[in-house]
């Protein structure tokens, strides 16, 4: 397949786009496409049948006292009317759907009220993954995932779209393309795979709050060492409590509910997070949907925070992320910790504060990367042995080596033998 020309069309991203590309100019649009129109039933499925089953259970009931003939034309206008107006306003949503590549950046846009959008950066993208439900499969479509080097996290996901697996061919040829492109904009560093804004080792401008990742294995206490650079001034942005934050929204609940039912609910009536895990945890599909929802919000968040830092004078944002590397969070930060315990220490803290046993942590460890690995693309290197004292001195030693090499007058390199 022949790569298609630089900006054909010489359009530009939107505006409202670019606080996703990190503020800066994204390039061209090589690629736009919305999902297919299938999308609008594939995705109401749920409500449909469930909206079949209320008007069976009516009918029957109805039958049993003998007044069906009376108001089965009522029942099924109505079931007519929720079914239309399900529909219709799925293809709202639909409609309002975008996916583009530029010159720098795989996006995909969504919302109807707000808007929310998820970005990866080129130089970042090593994986694109074709998932196909047994319903895609007969609609011919299907969801295309873009997903960061090493893991199977998908940070960018393209739902229902139509000939899919021309699409793969088509974005693979354009994204080697692009990458291949002299001048495309595509930084070194990112690349690479390496640091996102200014690098572990530039200069940073006066002002600015030096971003720093937090890595580590579960349990391993990576909070407690974001709380440690809290009380040494920084601003914590905890990925975690955005995402559950993002998940008591309105419009994430009806989209969620719109997807999965009812049934992910719990008794308060809010979003049930152990129910949304059942549903994705083993389902690439599913969770890229999640993710490409929730992601957007979260990443708006933090560009907030950030903001908020960078007017208060703060010297470093931190990312408190469960997943930093898996999703490609390391791209966006200047210096990388990583957290080590005793795995018994680990273990002890998720059995009391989450229930879980050992099962428990090694199925969930087996899909996140190896800790070896995150230790190894980590800058520096912070042991919580449960002596908070020796952590917070530990936590403000490394905070003061960032800040000097961020500012330029650190040393050279640190590695994660600097903890």
């Keep these: 397949m022949t790569n298609p020309p630089a900006n054909p069309a010489g359009q530009r991203v939107p505006r409202e786009l670019l606080p996703w590309v990190r503020g800066a100019d994204a390039g061209g649009v090589r690629l736009k496409l919305r999902p297919s129109a299938w999308a609008v039933v594939l995705e109401s499925v749920t409500s449909l049948v469930v909206l079949a089953l209320v008007a069976g259970l009516v009918a029957i009931a109805l039958a049993a006292w003998g007044r069906w003939g009376a108001y089965a034309g009522a029942v099924l206008m109505y079931l007519a009317l929720a079914a239309g107006a399900r529909l219709a306003w799925q293809g709202v949503v639909v409609a309002c759907r975008r996916y583009m590549v530029t010159d720098r950046y795989v996006l995909r846009v969504a919302g109807v009220f707000s808007r929310s959008a998820a970005s990866l950066p080129i130089g970042r993208v090593q994986h694109v993954v074709l998932h196909r439900t047994l319903l895609e499969r007969l609609t011919g479509t299907g969801t295309l995932g873009f997903a960061t080097a090493g893991t199977g996290g998908i940070e960018v996901a393209w739902v229902t779209i139509a000939r899919p697996l021309a699409r793969v061919r088509e974005v693979r040829a354009l994204l080697e393309g692009v990458r291949m492109s002299p001048g495309d904009g595509v930084s070194e560093g990112a690349a690479a795979g390496g640091p996102g804004p200014g690098g572990a080792g530039s200069s940073r401008g006066r002002g600015v709050p030096v971003v720093i990742g937090v890595a580590g294995g579960i349990g391993s206490g990576k909070s407690e060492v974001a709380r440690a650079f809290a009380d040494a001034g920084c601003v914590v942005s905890d990925s975690d409590r955005s995402a559950r934050e993002a998940l008591d929204r309105p419009d994430v609940r009806a989209t969620l509910i719109g997807w999965w039912g009812q049934g992910i609910l719990g008794a308060n009536g809010r979003i049930d997070r152990k129910r949304v895990s059942a549903v994705v945890f083993g389902d690439p599909a599913q969770r890229a949907r999640l993710e490409g929802l929730v992601h957007p919000i979260v990443r708006q968040s933090r560009a ?116």
């Excluded at 791209?331 to 803290?349: H, K, N, Q, S, T």
């Excluded at 428990?360 to 800058?379: G, T």
């Excluded at 936590?395 to 961020?406: E, F, G, H, N």
């Design 304 to 419: 907030e925070l950030i903001a908020q830092a960078t007017g208060a004078g703060a010297p470093g944002v931190v990312i408190d992320a469960p997943l930093l590397f898996e999703v490609g969070l390391d791209a966006e930060c200047d210096a990388v910790v990583f957290v080590d315990a005793p795995r018994g220490l680990r273990l002890a803290r998720v059995r009391e504060t989450r229930g879980w046993d050992e099962s428990e942590l090694a199925r969930r460890e087996k899909v996140q990367l190896p800790l070896d690995a995150k230790r190894d693309r980590s800058d520096y290197e912070i042991v919580n042995d449960a002596d908070p004292e020796r952590l917070r001195a530990e936590a403000r030693r490394i905070l003061d080596q960032i800040l000097a090499k961020a500012r330029g007058n650190g040393p050279a390199s640190a590695g994660p033998d600097a903890g």
